[in-house]
């Protein structure tokens, strides 16, 4: 709950009536109230219409309604698990029953006492008869404020809640009596009046008062509109002060485009560069010559052709007398860039290394030692780089790759390996979808690279469920005869690793079964071998000795073989959209023609047919990450749940798109005309975000 400058609202929860010590422990502890103003900002997340007041007889099946009506007659029916309290309710025009399976005890006392009742709920039909189950249950003559309410608030809740009967008619209750001694005083405006004109907003009480008792849908809208708008825009104030404030943050000044860049682009680049290629070097190269620290996000679909921009762009640090480093989440990926990079640069008078966790201490002597004495220009490496250990002479640029992989504290790390903060570069092979760009990623600049560098085929993507694997494994085989490999990756997944482990090795052994070891050579790679055996089993595909690897998603990123022509992926109903994808990439690097087959059993769920249906139907990583964006949700892309970034109580990024738009331009503007917030008309919100400085952990590096 964003802090208020009101002593009104810092209340402890026990002191509002109708709460008192037992109740605000459970708010507490349940539901993180603990004051007034959590208690305020504690939306409703449904509505229920209780306008909708019909007899008996005028009921349709399956609808919401409110009855009045005498109970007849109630009765326990059953034992155990399967004991239920079933209640009679009749009115003029006949009579329905009433069901309860939980809280049986007290919903019998309420009963005991009382014979005119009013219930909601919905009405199902069953035989012959209509019921209710766990109906909202009122004695008629009971005072309530919420009572000629249309629209009725339903709160979250939880099981402990609901078994001490703090349901939804409980919390209502609280919050009308909390309204009614709240005033504009309390809740102060935060937004700029011109942009509450200019966008015909609510004023910020009416928007609360409206988004719990709403007058109307009309009303309801408006409110939910203002308020989803003011959670964006607070945080995009906060994103773009963060992004001003990078872009004056001193940095190392790449002066000239030197010896070494112009040599390898005109003698050894092995293809001509995309015009988005050129492009993002053009953006890298405005930025590295401002004085100030570079800090951009370079997105681009799997084999975009990312790693020769980066590539240049450590020439570029070179030519400018500064080292570069390439950070990589995993060795075998660390390990790919080092060879590609070392064999493109073959030429070149420059010194490399390749820092892993695997190098052993005497190897990693002579390597940090070059490092901080200035004589090694690249080095490439994963987390190992980021030990305090690993000091360097003069780094000018970092390269981040893969990059939602590194912890924020991880990435920050980097800032200190030179007194001058190094220019910051980081890519992802996972497109983003732009309103999530917006917000993790909105205090970077970003570059994206669309179009694929020529040459590179389609990928047929297709479907096959279990009954066909004879049909699958005898495709293998003739992709296999024409000197092509193939990948099988098996899902892993922590919850049930062992399980999959076994799935693993019984996928291997059929495998075998179809391509006996006398004829083919079948190689196995998963987490559990030791890194040795890891290693030299995929360096065995690699250099092309095993035609087949049976892999987990160990495999995911980094893999380049060409003449892999087939990618088969396991119970792909398991794996997200972005996986699926990053996974297909690893085929289709050669001059052949590839294949992405999505292995299934028969049941799928609504989301996995969805899934599977978008990896069959698209090739774009941008239409694949905003569909696993709609599908998943904010909250579960790129570990934004885990950094607490996207926690908005109302808004969605997806449905708001919209609203995230148009509070970005507005906090843009608002900054660039008074970046301070001193001029008058901005004192609500400067306000408001000095007293809610710390209420946000925002990223130094996203």
């Known amino acids: 709950m964003p802090f208020e400058p009101s002593d009104k609202l810092q209340t402890p929860i026990e002191y509002l009536k109708g709460v008192g010590p037992m109740r605000a422990k459970m708010l507490r502890s349940q539901v993180n109230i603990s004051t007034f103003g959590d208690l305020l900002f504690f939306y409703p997340f449904r509505y229920e219409d209780k306008s909708n007041r019909k007899k008996i007889n005028e009921i349709i099946d399956e609808e919401n309604v409110l009855v009045q009506g005498k109970i007849i007659d109630y009765e326990v029916i059953g034992i155990g698990r399967k004991k239920r309290l079933v209640a009679y309710l009749e009115d003029d025009t006949g009579s329905m029953e009433l069901v309860w399976f939980r809280s049986i005890a007290w919903i019998r006392k309420i009963l005991s006492n009382a014979q005119e009742v009013q219930v909601y709920g919905k009405a199902t039909y069953f035989n012959r008869k209509f019921s209710i189950t766990h109906p909202e249950l009122e004695k008629i003559g009971e005072e309530t404020k919420t009572d000629e309410v249309p629209l009725f608030p339903i709160y979250p809740s939880t099981e402990m809640l609901k078994a001490k009967h703090v349901n939804a008619k409980t919390v209502a209750k609280l919050m009308a009596e909390l309204l009614q001694q709240i005033t504009a005083q309390d809740v102060v405006e935060n937004l700029p009046l011109n942009i509450i004109q200019e966008l015909n907003l609510l004023p910020r009480l009416t928007a609360l008062q409206q988004i719990h008792f709403p007058e109307s849908d009309e009303m309801l809208h408006a409110a939910r509109e203002r308020l989803k708008f003011e959670e964006l825009f607070i945080d995009q104030m906060n994103i773009c002060k963060l992004k001003l404030n990078k872009s004056k943050t001193p ?167 030179n007194t001058t ?70 899902p892993l997944i922590e919850e049930s690793e062992k399980l999959d482990y076994e799935n693993l090795e019984q996928g291997y052994e059929l495998v075998t079964t179809y391509f006996p070891s006398h004829t083919y050579q079948v190689a196995m790679v998963h987490g559990r071998q030791s890194l040795e055996e890891r290693e030299h089993n995929m360096q065995g595909f690699v250099k092309g000795h095993a035609q087949i690897l049976v892999a987990t998603t160990v495999i995911e990123v980094g893999v380049d073989v060409p003449n892999a022509s087939v990618m088969i992926i396991e119970s792909a109903e398991r794996f997200g959209l972005s996986q699926l994808h990053q996974l297909r990439g690893r085929v289709g690097r050669g001059a052949a023609a590839s294949y992405c087959i999505l292995m299934t059993g028969h ?94 952990n925002w990223l130094e590096i996203s």
């Open 251 to 417: 940095g190392h000044h790449f002066e000239i485009v030197g010896e070494y860049f112009n040599d390898f682009y005109k003698n050894d680049l092995p293809f001509d560069l995309t015009d988005d290629q050129k492009q993002v070097l053009k953006e890298i190269r405005l930025d590295t010559k401002t004085g100030f620290q570079m800090n951009r996000l370079l997105q681009g679909d799997v084999g975009s052709g990312k790693t020769i921009v980066a590539l240049l762009s450590m020439l570029l640090a070179k030519d400018n007398q500064f080292q570069a480093c390439l950070l990589a989440p995993t060795e075998i990926l660390a390990q790919q860039h080092y060879q590609g990079i070392k064999k493109l640069l073959y030429a070149q008078d420059l010194s490399m290394a390749l820092l892993t966790g695997s190098v052993s201490t005497k190897d990693r002597k002579p390597i940090l030692a070059a490092l901080q004495n200035g004589e090694l220009d690249i080095i490439v490496g994963t987390h190992a780089i980021l030990e305090p250990k690993v000091i360097f002479n003069n780094l000018g640029l970092c390269i981040i790759d893969e990059q939602h992989r590194f912890g924020v504290a991880q990435r920050a790390r980097m800032w200190a390996k």
């Open 603 to 696: 049941k799928l769920s609504k989301d996995g047919k969805e899934r599977i249906s978008t990896m069959v139907n698209h090739s774009s990583g941008f239409e694949i990450s905003q569909k696993d964006l709609e599908l998943r949700g904010p909250g579960n892309m790129h570990g934004t749940k885990q950094s607490g970034l996207l926690d908005y109580k109302l808004a969605n990024i997806i449905e708001d798109s919209h609203l995230m738009s148009q509070a970005r331009e507005m906090a843009l503007h608002v900054l660039q005309q008074d970046s301070e917030l001193q001029k008058p008309e901005n004192a609500p919100l400067q306000r408001f975000l000095s007293v809610n400085k710390n209420s946000t």
């Open 421 to 490: 903060p190094p220019h910051i570069l980081v890519m992802t092979a996972t497109p983003i979808p732009r309103t999530l760009a917006m917000t993790t990623y909105g205090d970077l600049e970003v570059s994206i690279i669309k179009k694929l560098p020529p040459g590179r085929k389609p990928i047929r993507t297709v479907h096959r469920k279990d009954n066909k694997r004879s049909e699958v494994m005898h495709f293998i085989k003739t992709e296999v005869e024409k000197g092509h490999q193939v990948y099988i990756v098996y």
